[in-house]
């Protein structure tokens, strides 16, 4: 594999950390920055991170002249280097490396003494310095993993014949109701960060049949919460002829699909995270599937009585509820006046919305939105109405009840929760690299 990095002249061969098993016994040129040390009388432990991976040089006083052994003790924390040594298999731990050390030179030492060290810092201290925090070895694991969930959605829908459809940052119109509505300036007008790209892959599914957009989406939400964003990554398939069901049957297979990637190809990172995989395990299909009557039954029965018809779920009750299932649930069929204009109606219970919410186990709750969409344009019509939306900034949206209507169903799935979830953290923060949050605009 070619590396787009410069080679060290004069050197042994450059290698990655997560390679050294193809190196055993050879001398190797290594470069990164240095993650921790310990020492003990004629042994200096140097932990190394390169981004692949951290290892451990051994630095013996018997292999070293005097200067090298004295230099490699007052290495600081986070100082950018090169070692040279060679490697050998780990005496205690099967399967790990370590590298003996000839040589190692500084590339740069840290002008400041680095501010994250092992003690416990503070989560404000930490997001402060996020930009730094994200050497951590958690911190990497983490995006490690996000990574992972990333490419295999792609996979999916790439997999499954559906056309990458990319929806436009600045909008028009608002989709999400217009409370969470960023407005910037566009020119003299206004104009609003997208809240979803639902809209314009509804367009987009009556020339392709199936598609997704996947990119950032942002939401004014004026909620502190532990799932809460204001700039988070959403994936949003869209599929023509596609009813409630398959909508299900859709989320379904790609979550499973998910989970069994990361389950397969990010082990260590999991283990990093302290993740108990065992509930990962269980992600397969079928998912249950209940009804929202279904679900306020639960809540009524469990702990939560006030519980009525037209209540909409918040993280305790999504908690309540997902926590009778062992794998993802799917809810369906809300009352129509707690959802979005668009949702077509259920033919069986015209107070009903054909939508469906996925909530995630173990106390995580929502991850998924998403539902059949209303495809009769007087209906649709009335909806923006009703929802007193302005109706010229959705002309365009009712074309595709003008030309050829069909009926057609997507969804949403949120990237940092399903981090969270997946990762097993308390919160959002942590699962993508520079959070936007109610009160966090830096760094
Ligand atoms: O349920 P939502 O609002 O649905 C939509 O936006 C639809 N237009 C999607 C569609 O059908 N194409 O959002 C979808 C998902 C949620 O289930 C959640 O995972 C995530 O987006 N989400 C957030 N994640 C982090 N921070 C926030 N403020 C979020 N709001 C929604
Ligand atoms: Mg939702």
């Given amino acids: 594999m070619f590396r787009y990095r410069a080679q060290p002249t004069g050197l042994p061969a450059e290698v990655t950390i997560a390679t050294l098993a193809d190196h055993v016994g050879k001398e190797v040129t290594l470069q990164g920055w240095l993650y921790n040390k310990r020492s003990s009388g004629k042994l200096h432990f ?65 002008s400041r003494e680095y501010p994250i060290s092992n003690k416990e810092h503070g989560t404000d201290f930490l997001m402060d310095n996020r930009h730094l925090w994200l050497r951590s070895r958690r911190q990497h694991a983490i995006l490690r993993i996000r990574h992972a969930i990333v490419k ?8 499954n014949d559906f056309t990458l459809i990319d929806a436009p940052i600045f909008t028009p119109n ?7 509505l960023f407005q910037t300036d566009y020119h003299g007008d206004p104009a609003f960060l997208t809240q979803s790209g639902q809209l314009y892959v509804e367009a987009a599914a009556a020339s392709f049949g199936q598609v997704y957009c996947f990119g950032p989406t942002f939401r004014a939400e004026k909620s502190k919460t532990r799932r809460h964003l204001a700039e988070f990554w959403m994936v949003e398939p869209e599929v023509a002829f596609m009813t409630l069901d398959e909508d299900m049957r859709l989320a379904e297979d ?11 190809t990010r082990g260590e990172e999991l283990k990093i995270c302290e993740r108990d995989t065992s509930f990962l395990e269980k992600v397969k299909g079928p998912f249950p599937r209940i009804t929202y009557a279904e679900a306020i039954k639960i809540l009524q029965e469990n702990g939560h009585p006030e519980a009525k018809v037209g209540d909409d779920f918040g993280a305790d009750e999504e908690t309540v509820i997902s926590n009778k299932f062992d794998r993802p649930v799917i809810v369906h069929r809300y009352p129509k006046a ?8 259920d033919p069986n219970a015209p107070e009903l919305a054909l939508n469906m919410d996925v909530l995630a186990p173990e106390g995580y709750g929502e991850i998924v939105g998403g539902g059949q969409r209303e495809d009769d344009l007087a209906t649709l019509e009335a909806a923006i109405a009703h929802h007193k939306l302005p109706p010229a900034a959705f002309e365009w949206y009712l074309d595709v009840r003008r030309y050829g209507s069909f009926p057609h169903a997507g969804f949403g799935l949120g990237i940092e929760r399903t981090v969270a979830w997946i990762c097993g953290l308390p919160h959002v923060r942590e699962t993508i690299p520079f959070p936007r949050m109610l009160n966090r605009l830096a760094p």
Avoid: N, W
Wanted: hydrophobic share 40%; with cysteine; net charge negative.
């Fill in 46 to 110: 140097l932990e190394v991170r390169d981004g692949t991976g951290t290892v451990q040089c051994v630095v013996f006083k018997g292999d070293v002249t005097p200067e090298l052994f004295d230099k490699a003790d007052k290495l600081s924390q986070e100082t950018s280097l090169r070692v040279v040594g060679t490697v050998k298999e780990h005496g205690k731990r099967a399967g790990t490396y370590e590298v003996q050390v000839k040589d190692v030179a500084v590339i740069a030492a840290p």
């Fill in 254 to 264: 790609m979550l499973s699909f998910i989970v069994e990637r990361v389950l397969t």
């Fill in 152 to 159: 295999a959605i792609r996979d999916f829908f790439d997999q």
């Fill in 174 to 180: 608002a989709v999400e109701g217009t409370s969470t």
């Fill in 338 to 345: 707690i959802k979005a204009f668009y949702f077509a109606t």
